[in-house]
């Protein structure tokens, strides 16, 4: 299902496995997915954003 459908995250393959009655954890069903990309998307966190802002607020 991850191969299929690329932006499905864990917890969206649980609740189609569901559907299924395939009772599986989200942590087994991450077990099992490739390392593609990683859940949150990078880029500037609180810190570096207050960081560069400060002299704004």
Not at 1 to 9: D, E, S
Not at 23 to 52: A, D, E
């Amino acid at each position: 299902m991850a191969r299929v459908n690329p932006l499905w995250g864990a917890e969206r393959i649980r609740g189609e496995l569901l559907k299924l009655n395939i009772k599986v954890s989200k942590k087994t069903v991450l077990k099992y997915m490739q390392p593609g990309r990683s859940p949150r998307p990078s880029g500037q966190n609180w810190k570096t954003f207050l960081k560069n802002h400060a002299g704004d607020i």
